[in-house]
């Protein structure tokens, strides 16, 4: 059963850094795209980053480009999102996803993971 475990929200200040970490279990292969997804109260979950599965490709929403970066390590089965610069309009519920197998580039709409965690809070203070 594959599983995706995030970790690393909490309670920051404008302008500050937070690294999310996104677990995977339950593969027996590491060949999966991978992406972060957020949403805010009263909100439609949103696209924020995506990488193919050897971490060659990337993608970003506009909104965090150039302040947030996504990368992985398979042999840790493990992704990870560095935002810095965080302002408040980041403030939302954090969520990682995958898809089933392959995806040597990131995909940006939802409906293209079959896996999701179970989400982290990220609040931005201002």
């Known amino acids: 059963q594959v599983q995706l475990v995030e970790s690393g929200g909490g309670l920051v200040q404008a302008g500050g850094s937070l690294r999310l970490s996104c677990a995977a279990s339950?593969?027996?292969?590491?060949?999966?795209?991978m992406g972060w997804f957020r949403q805010a109260p009263g909100k439609e979950r949103e696209f924020v980053a995506s990488i193919g599965w050897s971490g060659g490709s990337t993608y970003y929403a506009d909104s965090v480009k150039g302040r947030f970066t996504i990368s992985r390590d398979n042999t840790k089965n493990t992704m990870y999102l560095q935002m810095n610069s965080l302002k408040p309009e980041d403030t939302a519920v954090y969520y990682c996803?995958?898809?089933?197998?392959?995806?040597?580039?990131?995909?940006?709409?939802?409906?293209?993971?079959?896996?999701w965690g179970q989400g982290t809070q990220v609040t931005v203070s201002s």
């Open positions: 996803a995958s898809v089933g197998s392959g995806g040597s580039y990131g995909y940006t709409k939802s409906y293209e993971y079959d896996y």
């Open positions: 339950g593969r027996t292969s590491s060949r999966f795209a």
